[in-house]
């Protein structure tokens, strides 16, 4: 098995030009896209529909589908950390933001999530054209581990989402976390430097992770919202929710059976 990783958000326009069909990919938007989708599909959401752009979100929301659905479809996003709102939609308040606490069983359960994020979905899109896309947190670490041990792909690539325009150390993190993984399970994986560099990272902050998160660029500035302070907690924990999150062909995000 091949292992390989992309550690900043400038290296995901390239994936257009990648060949992906027999390639593997598990996206990581640690603080807090994935982690979102995650807890949302452990909370009953039917199904999480990535998009890129604002006007994505609303067109889905005003289509034919989406009005002979609407009270079954939420639209929910963030831009900067805070949730989208009528200013920059010209007249649309989201439903919900990206924070994971919001995405509770009354909230979601049945209905078909819509999501617009800086960073988390767009790295989502940009591997649409791979064999397989899953979403990847450490609430699900375990999880998406095992499923990959089952599926056996000829490659794997960890795609960390970043913030803004820049790494992201928890991304990072997590990704490293999964190599470690992957590495019992297979006798001899193949790790590219990138991977190799997720490991080392993993393997300086395992022991604390929660003071390794916390001190990231983006938990930092989460944690100087107060409404939005506590999803940094929120979203370290390792392997509370053993569920797959797995994007499928029509381009929304599913929780799939334990295998």
Known sequence: MKIDAILTPAE????ARRDLRETLCVVFDVLRATSTFVTALHNGAKAIIPVSEISEALAFKNSEFGIRN?????LAGERDGVKIHAAQTGGTDFDLGNSPREFTPEKVRGRT?????????????????????????FLNLAAAAEFIKQLQPT????????????????????????CELLARWDARPTFSESAEIAQHAWAQ????????????????????????RDDVAFCLPRDIFPLIAKMEADGAIRRQSER
Do not use: H, Y
Not at 213 to 226: D, E, H, M, Q, V
């Open 205 to 228: 902050a395992k022991s604390d992770l929660a003071a390794a998160g916390s001190n990231a660029t983006n938990a930092r500035r989460l944690l100087a919202i107060p409404e939005l």
């Open 155 to 178: 490659e794997v690539l960890l795609v960390c989402a970043g913030t803004r325009d820049e790494k992201a150390d928890e991304d990072v993190l997590g990704a490293g976390a999964l």
């Open 70 to 74: 609407s009270e079954f479809i939420l």
């Open 113 to 137: 999530i819509v999501s617009t994020t800086t960073n988390g979905t767009r790295a989502l899109r940009a591997c649409a054209s791979a064999k397989s896309v899953l979403a990847g947190s």
């Open 12 to 15: 995901l326009p390239a994936l």
